[in-house]
């Protein structure tokens, strides 16, 4: 359950390790309808997904951009950090990559299908629930999975400008209600990432937690007008959230294994979830691979 990345890379994993498996995603949107902007590699972790498939890895550098900087500006100074060679992927050329790569191997892609309850499909070999933060899986079997999820009272809004940043970009930017925290990446020619974090005081100060969508970019385009140079910001279900710290004490139950941000979140402040997630997938293909029996498989 899931066609985001972890979704969509394992499944691919799985047929590929066997062609004679059905595999079958079931995910309840369209495959373009996807929260954010741009996801970010480290190069680490291209040629780690290329040991697992290079098809995928080749079309994901070919469609990146690239950076080795990490700039922090603060105070009218600018601190810079070299040498880290990271890539930014928008998410949705990712996931038309790997649903691309899942459709020439044979795996059925149900898009807009959409499982209530997750007991219907137990009578598969395997169910990897790859379904988000939100996982319905996960709360499922809560009991047994054993979830620990800790809100942050931060608040952030995942916003997306054409101005190009020549590295990974951090703003740190102070005004009659607080500090304001921003980080930004170029993914593509033309689009960036750019999201935009304040303490919760901060947040309520300034009104944001009434303010819409539009209201949101006309404030956060005003506060860094010197920082966008003249370019607009584009929004994309962009509401102010709240960060979901997400652990669980099991990652499996029976004949169900959790993936990604079912199983784990990361902060997009270091740029690992997807990176995490497809790494996850490899991990699952790697495990039943070796051992050929999904109990053992699990445990591994």
């Not at 990271?86 to 807009?112: E, P, T, Y």
């Not at 939100?134 to 047994?144: A, K, L, P, Q």
Request: charged residues 25%; contains cysteine.
């Amino acid at each position: 359950m899931g066609g985001g990345p972890a979704g969509l890379f394992a499944a691919l994993l799985l047929k590929k390790a066997d062609p004679k498996h059905e595999i079958v995603v079931h995910e309840r949107n369209r495959l373009d309808e996807t929260f954010g902007f741009g996801v970010v590699f480290s190069d680490a972790t291209e040629h780690a997904l290329a040991q697992a498939d290079s098809e995928v890895s080749a079309e994901m550098a070919a469609s990146s951009h690239r950076w080795d900087d990490i700039e922090i500006h603060y105070a009218d100074t600018v601190y810079t950090s070299s040498g880290h060679a990271f890539s930014g992927l928008s998410r949705k050329a990712l996931l038309k990559i790997l649903a691309d790569r899942c459709r020439a191997l044979g795996v059925k892609l149900c898009f807009q299908r959409e499982i209530v309850d997750p007991e219907t499909l137990r009578d598969a070999d395997l169910v990897v629930a790859a379904d988000g933060a939100n996982s319905i899986v996960r709360e499922r079997f809560r009991g047994h999975f054993r979830p620990v999820v800790d809100t942050r009272p931060n608040r952030f809004v995942w916003l997306g400008t054409a101005k190009p940043f020549p590295a990974f970009t951090f703003y740190f930017q102070a005004d009659r209600h607080g500090l304001w925290r921003v980080h930004a990446y170029q993914y593509e020619p033309g689009f960036s990432t750019f999201i935009v974090e304040a303490r919760e005081a901060t947040w309520r100060a300034a009104g944001m937690d009434k303010a819409s969508e539009g209201e949101t970019i006309a404030f956060c385009e005003r506060l860094f007008a010197k920082e966008l140079d003249g370019h607009r910001l584009q929004s994309n279900r962009s509401i102010w959230r709240s960060f979901p710290t997400i652990r669980n004490e099991r990652w499996h139950h029976d004949n169900v294994v959790l993936l990604g941000d079912a199983a784990h979140t990361a902060h997009f402040s270091v740029g690992s979830g997807t990176k995490l997630a497809m790494e996850d997938a490899v991990a699952l293909a790697e495990a039943l691979r070796t051992h050929r029996d999904i109990a053992a498989s699990l445990q591994a």
